[in-house]
């Protein structure tokens, strides 16, 4: 079966922008996590919905957004872009919340100039 | 909140030879130890986890130990291939399991020589 897919994979903004970056989990998955990635702070959590709600959130500003849909497909949306923001922006995907395994997206790489 | 310590930041080791990785956590509740292993260009690939009631557990050439008392816990990788290459994290949560809430460490970098 499909994996984790994120689109779109690489995406170029402008400071100020606004984005909106696209997950679609394993069929069957429920809960979707996001993660951030950069060399200089590593994995961060962002936030995880389960069943179109927010269940957990990470120490993010609130310009860090998301939201689930009824399909499990999941968005998350980042305002007023900052150059900080440029990352690795990672999805994740478990059947549940707790007690199963998470599988990851490729990842979109999200560049702030 | 949870604190994930890892080392070595790189670790090269002769083909063949085994590698050895370590992770020391601070939350005494965290019950569930995945390590992930991620190639350029990838997202972080599951590669074994382990969970708090566990010590042990293997699979093939990887292994992963837990030490809950001294809140650490270790990956073993034996008979190193070239494909083993790659960045490995470890990383906790205090939710048994998924992607929810995971803190990671900083990652090992492990370059495997010919």
């Known amino acids: 079966k499909a994996g984790v897919t994120q689109t779109p994979r690489y995406l170029i903004k402008t400071r100020g922008q606004q984005v909106t970056l696209s997950c679609s989990p394993i069929?069957?998955?429920?809960?979707v996590s996001w993660y951030q990635q950069t060399p200089g702070q590593g994995l961060q959590f962002l936030f995880e919905?389960?069943?179109?709600?927010?269940?957990n959130k990470g120490n993010f500003p609130g310009r860090f957004s998301g939201r689930q849909f009824s399909n499990s497909r999941s968005e998350m949306n980042v305002s007023t872009l900052e150059l900080g923001d440029s990352a690795l922006y990672l999805c994740?995907?478990?059947?549940?919340?707790?007690?199963?395994?998470?599988?990851f997206g490729q990842g979109t790489r999200l560049t702030v100039v | 909140g949870e604190n994930v310590e890892q080392h070595p930041s790189t670790l090269s080791v002769q083909e063949g030879d085994s590698a050895v990785i370590k992770c020391t956590y601070s939350?005494?509740?965290?019950?569930?130890f995945p390590w992930y292993k991620q190639e350029l260009g990838k997202g972080p690939q599951l590669i074994i986890d382990?969970?708090?009631?566990?010590g042990e557990k293997k699979d093939q050439r990887i292994a992963v130990t837990l030490n809950k008392t001294a809140k650490h816990f270790s990956l073993h990788i034996t008979e190193t291939q070239p494909e083993d290459s790659a960045v490995y994290f470890c990383?906790?949560?205090?939710?048994?399991?998924?992607?929810?809430?995971?803190?990671f460490g900083k990652g090992t970098h492990l370059i495997i020589q010919p």
């Open positions: 939350d005494s509740a965290s019950n569930y």
């Open positions: 919905y389960f069943s179109e709600t927010q269940r």
């Open positions: 382990i969970r708090s009631n566990v």
């Open positions: 990383a906790a949560s205090v939710r048994g399991g998924g992607a929810d809430g995971l803190t």
């Open positions: 994740a995907s478990s059947p549940t919340t707790s007690g199963s395994e998470a599988f």
């Open positions: 069929s069957g998955h429920r809960s």
